[in-house]
Structures are given as C-alpha cells and as structure tokens.
C-alpha cells in the first residue's frame, strides 16, 4: 500500500509563505495531489500533479499563489504556497491515486491513498 508523509505545516502571518512536502512510498501512483479541510467543510483541492510528465493542476483559488512538483530523487512531491491568506488556515492533505485523468485531477473521490494531514494556520 502507498504510504504518504506530509511535513512543513506551521504558522505564518497573512502574505507570507509556507512550503509542504509528501514524500511517497513507491513511484507507482499516476497523481498526487494536494487538499485542504476546515471544520464543517468539505476537502477541498488546492492542487494536483502528474508525476510522469509533471503536469499541474491547480484549483482556481491557488492559480498564482502556489506552485506543486515532484522531485523524483526524494520521492516527494511539494506544494510552495505564497501570498497567504487567514482563510487558507487549514489542515492539508497530501493524497495519491494510481490512475486517472488530467479532468479529474481535482477530484477528491477519485484519490485512494490519504496522509494523516499537516496544519497550516495563517494569521491576519
């Protein structure tokens, strides 16, 4: 089973930056993505790459502010969030799926494998 490691959550003030890491267990997952989830929320994405070609997805609200990759000699995938706002204070989540397409990248149901979640808090 795809083991996933999130690290680099923590606090910051509004319009600062924060970079997350996902270090996966095998190369064999097509996708991995970034989410975030709030109290009372549903998890949302922020973003999405393909690990093969390096293609990017981005949800709208990240479009300019962060930028994900994936270093294929760490095995990890990272997100560089920059411009933070209070209402990105969320839990992120680090996940993988073993197919897919780039038109559903975004989508949370099609992701199988879950981290357990780092904090990311933003102050005004």
């Known amino acids: 089973e795809v083991q996933l490691v999130e690290s680099g959550g923590g606090s910051v003030y509004a319009g600062g930056s924060l970079d997350l890491s996902c270090r996966i267990s095998e190369n064999t997952v097509r996708y991995v993505g970034w989410f975030r989830q709030t109290p009372g929320k549903e998890r949302e994405a922020v973003a999405s790459?393909?690990?093969?070609?390096?293609?990017?997805h981005y949800a709208d609200s990240w479009k300019g502010r962060a930028r994900i990759f994936f270093d294929n000699a760490e095995k990890t995938v990272h997100l560089e969030m920059k411009d933070l706002r209070p209402d990105d204070t969320a839990m992120y989540y680090c996940?993988?799926?073993?197919?897919?397409?780039?038109?559903?990248?975004?989508?949370?149901?099609?992701?199988?494998?879950w981290g357990h979640g780092t904090q990311v808090t933003v102050f005004a």
């Open positions: 790459v393909y690990i093969a070609g390096g293609t990017q």
């Open positions: 996940a993988a799926r073993p197919s897919g397409y780039s038109w559903d990248a975004l989508s949370r149901g099609t992701y199988s494998y």
